[in-house]
Every structure is written in C-alpha cells, then in structure tokens.
C-alpha cells in the first residue's frame, strides 16, 4: 500500500481522544485511512467522521485544520500519512 503525506499533529485532545490535525497536501475525505507516524507513535486509523470548526464535513484540503477521532495517543509534530489502496 502506498502512502503519501497529508500532514502533522498540531494536538491532541485525551478525553475526548481527538487530534487536532493540519492538513499540508491534498485531500482527506470520511472513510480514508490514514497512517501517524512519531517517535513513539505508529498506528492506522480509519476516518468515520471529522470537523472544522466544531461542524461536520466530508472532506478537507490543503491548508484547513481538522479533528479527527483517534484510536490511541499521538504528539504535536506526529506525521500524518494518507494510505492509498493499491
């Protein structure tokens, strides 16, 4: 499976396990997978839903800020990968 980078952890959020996440190339859309990458962070999450601004959307571009629902802990400057089905 490829992988390209979308963009980095700008927080992360524990109680609600949510991160704040910059998107820097391309697009992200509801049902993608994406890969977060650290020093001590690697792990895949699928994308059920995500906000802007505390409202709902379908997908982001290059230069918004979203957050996403996570499925463990990850740190500011973790790198976001999109993974690409082959």
């Known amino acids: 499976m ?3 980078k979308i963009g980095e952890i700008v927080k992360f959020f524990a109680k ?3 991160a704040a ?3 820097t190339a391309g697009e992200l ?3 993608d997978t994406i890969k977060i990458v650290g020093h001590t962070t690697s792990f895949e999450s ?3 839903s995500m906000e ?3 409202a709902k959307v379908e997908k982001a571009a290059a230069g918004d800020f979203i ?3 996570v499925a463990d802990r990850t740190r500011p400057g973790d790198e976001v990968f999109k993974v690409i089905p082959d």
């Open 2 to 4: 490829a992988e390209e």
């Open 16 to 18: 609600p396990s949510v």
């Open 21 to 23: 996440i910059k998107i």
């Open 29 to 31: 859309k509801v049902g």
């Open 46 to 48: 699928v994308i059920e």
């Open 52 to 54: 802007v601004n505390n």
């Open 67 to 69: 957050g996403v629902k």
